[in-house]
Nanobody, 127 residues
Framework: QVQLVESGGGLVQPGGSLRLSCAAS????????MGWYRQAPGMQREWVAG???????NYADSVKGRFTISRDNAKMTVYLQMNSLKPEDTAVYYC?????????????????????WGQGTQVTVSS
């Protein structure tokens, strides 16, 4: 069973930085594509950033220029470096991907395509 575990969240002041990690465990042997998503209180879950198997990155307009997604294949981990954080970035952050036969291939910009989610990691931006 695929298990993606998010970590690295916390409380940070506006303008600060955090680095989130998404670690694959269980039966996953390779991560190609992966996406980061977030859900603020009372809001729908939204896509934040994604990385493809070829290393192409893509970002939601709201985080472009501030967030960076990266992948460490040896550690089976995908990161989300978040800089210049704003109060509106406050949310629970999740990672997810389309995974089959021990490999995670692609992400989706539509979170509704995923039927299951991990526990996420809380990010709170507040002074």
């Amino acid at each position: 069973q695929v298990q993606l575990v998010e970590s690295g969240g916390g409380l940070v002041q506006p303008g600060g930085s955090l680095r989130l990690s998404c670690a694959a465990s269980g039966s996953i042997s390779t991560i190609y594509g992966m996406g980061w998503y977030r859900q603020a209180p009372g809001m729908q879950r939204e896509w934040v950033a994604g990385i493809t198997g070829g290393g192409i990155t893509n970002y939601a307009d709201s985080v472009k220029g501030r967030f960076t997604i990266s992948r460490d294949n040896a550690k089976m981990t995908v990161y989300l470096q978040m800089n210049s954080l704003k109060p509106e970035d406050t949310a629970v952050y999740y990672c997810n991907a389309n995974c089959q036969e021990r490999k995670c291939y692609t992400y989706s910009t539509d979170p509704r395509q995923f039927g299951s989610w991990g526990q996420g990691t809380q990010v709170t931006v507040s002074s």
